[in-house]
T-cell receptor, first 113, second 113 residues
Framework: AQSVTQPDIHITVSEGASLELRCNYSYGATPYLFWYVQSPGQGLQLLLKYFSGDTLVQGIKGFEAEFKRSQSSFNLRKPSVHWSDAAEYFCAVSNTGFQKLVFGTGTRLLVSP | KAGVTQTPRYLIKTRGQQVTLSCSPISGHRSVSWYQQTPGQGLQFLFEYFSETQRNKGNFPGRFSGRQFSNSRSEMNVSTLELGDSALYLC????????????FGPGTRLTVL
C-alpha cells in the first residue's frame, strides 16, 4: 500500500530564511507526487506536482520540489520565506490513474519575524 | 474560471441525524472526489465519482454515500451521524486527462453534537 511520511510536525523558520520540508513516500512504481498548502479554515491549494521528466519542479509562490527516486523523497523548498507562507503543508502521492490521493500527516510552518 | 464550490460551509447536527453536503466542480471537470479531514486521522479519501458512477471508494462505513449528477455536481450523504464524523469535508475536482491533479474546494465544516 502506498504511504507518505512527513517527519516534521512543526517547523519554525525566520522570515527571509530558506525552507525545506521533507516528504518520503512508499510506492511500487513511479508515483505522481504533489504538494498542497492549507491556510487555517481553508481548502487545499496545489503548489506543484511531479509526473515524470525533470526531477526539479517549479511551483507557485516561489516553491520548488525535487524528486529523488533513490531516496523515495520529494522535498519542498523555498529560498526565502515570507510571513504569508505560514500554513500547513501536505505532501501527497497518487496511485496513478485512480484519482485517489494519499496524504502525509502535514507539516505546520511557523514564520518568525 | 470559478473554483470548486461547496455548500454549506458550516453545519451543526446532532447524533443520529443525517446530512447532505454539496459540491460543484470546476467547469469542464467530470471527476469529483471527497475527502474527510480530522485532527486525528488526517486527510482520508472517501470516494470518487466520474460520469455519475462511483469509480473508487475508501475505507469508510456504508453510512457514507455519495452521488453525482449529469452536470458533474456531487453530493455526499452521511446517515446516522456519530460524534466522530465531526470533520472538514473536502471536495476536489479533476480535469479530463488531469493525471490525477485535484483542485480542492474550501470544504464544509461539520460539527456533530
Amino acid at each position: 500500500a502506498q504511504s507518505v511520511t512527513q517527519p516534521d510536525i512543526h517547523i519554525t523558520v525566520s522570515e527571509g530564511a530558506s525552507l525545506e520540508l521533507r516528504c518520503n513516500y512508499s510506492y511500487g512504481a513511479t508515483p505522481y507526487l504533489f504538494w498542497y498548502v492549507q491556510s487555517p479554515g481553508q481548502g487545499l491549494q496545489l503548489l506543484l506536482k511531479y509526473f515524470s521528466g525533470d526531477t526539479l519542479v517549479q511551483g507557485i509562490k516561489g516553491f520548488e520540489a525535487e524528486f529523488k527516486r533513490s531516496q523515495s523523497s520529494f522535498n519542498l523548498r523555498k529560498p526565502s520565506v515570507h510571513w504569508s507562507d505560514a500554513a500547513e503543508y501536505f505532501c501527497a502521492v497518487s496511485n496513478t490513474g485512480f484519482q485517489k490521493l494519499v496524504f502525509g500527516t502535514g507539516t505546520r510552518l511557523l514564520v518568525s519575524p | 474560471k470559478a473554483g470548486v464550490t461547496q455548500t454549506p460551509r458550516y453545519l451543526i447536527k446532532t447524533r443520529g441525524q443525517q446530512v447532505t453536503l454539496s459540491c460543484s466542480p470546476i467547469s469542464g471537470h467530470r471527476s469529483v472526489s471527497w475527502y474527510q479531514q480530522t485532527p486525528g486521522q488526517g486527510l482520508q479519501f472517501l470516494f470518487e465519482y466520474f460520469s455519475e458512477t462511483q469509480r473508487n471508494k475508501g475505507n469508510f462505513p456504508g453510512r457514507f454515500s455519495g452521488r453525482q449528477f449529469s452536470n458533474s455536481r456531487s453530493e455526499m450523504n452521511v446517515s446516522t451521524l456519530e460524534l466522530g464524523d465531526s470533520a472538514l469535508y473536502l471536495c476536489a475536482s479533476s480535469p479530463p486527462s488531469g493525471r490525477d491533479t485535484q483542485y480542492f474546494g474550501p470544504g464544509t465544516r461539520l460539527t456533530v453534537l
